[in-house]
């Protein structure tokens, strides 16, 4: 395959950290879901909770650069939900909050490296009680100047980023088999043969299997339904 994009690819899937999520609490500027999407992808978190009226549930293409198809993003209509769904995913979880309290302790003091979740809410508001009675601890990220808070996102990434320092020194990001088959399939196949992928998905057919260089492997059967059957 041109690029070695399946490779690339596999190699992504293969790092992904399933014990690790965000959960956003009413968190309704789709620039900033995107830009938390984006990060998660980054750092290898594949699940993303969002709690979030139905009629607003969209992504914005353009500020998530094609990371929200790397990145499952579950909508719930409200925080119990998500966290019952959370503790389901990730047996042991420890529920972290952004939230400055009397409790509160620096997000670099915690260990990233147990399975783990992490609430944050929108500016103006913060989390809601429902949402910080389900936290294990809160946390804080130390401020030096006027303002109390950062940009959601900002403040998504910085703690992203010490879960990914302390999860690489850790070895936590070597090759991993975690990832379901048929999900890796999925989104191998997506990810590599778009186009076909897109056929595939218009007139019925399940993806084939691909062999070791992402090449697809189908008979004449697959390809003649392909080209000439009707969308179904």
């Excluded at 790092?15 to 879901?33: A, S």
């Excluded at 620096?106 to 500016?123: H, W």
């Excluded at 910085?158 to 989104?187: F, G, S």
Aim: proline content about 3%.
């Amino acid at each position: 395959m041109a690029d070695n994009r399946f490779k690339r690819v596999k190699t992504v899937l293969d790092k992904r950290q399933l014990d690790l999520t965000v959960c956003l609490d009413e968190v309704h500027k789709h620039h900033n879901l995107s830009a938390i999407v984006r990060t998660a992808d980054a750092v290898g978190c594949h699940h993303i909770h969002a709690v979030w009226p139905k009629e607003q549930r969209r992504l914005t293409n353009n500020t998530s650069g094609g990371s929200k198809n790397w990145v499952e993003t579950h909508m719930h209509n409200d925080i119990d939900e998500a966290v019952n769904t959370i503790r389901e995913q990730i047996p042991g979880v420890q529920i972290l909050a952004t939230n400055l309290s009397d409790s509160a302790v620096d997000f670099r003091e915690i260990d990233y490296t147990k399975p783990t979740a992490i609430i944050v809410g929108q500016e103006r508001d913060g989390i809601s009680d429902k949402a910080l009675a389900h936290a294990d601890q809160h946390i804080i990220i130390p401020m030096e100047g006027m303002v109390q808070s950062l940009n959601v996102s900002v403040a998504a990434a910085l703690i992203l980023y010490e879960v990914q320092r302390q999860r690489h020194n850790a070895n936590m990001y070597e090759p991993n088999d975690d990832l379901d088959k048929d999900t890796k399939h999925t989104m191998l196949f997506e990810g590599c043969h778009p186009i076909i992928a897109k056929q595939c998905r218009q007139k019925g057919l399940a993806y084939p299997a691909l062999d070791d260089e992402g090449e697809i492997v189908a008979d004449d059967t697959f390809w003649n339904t392909l080209r000439f059957t009707k969308q179904a």
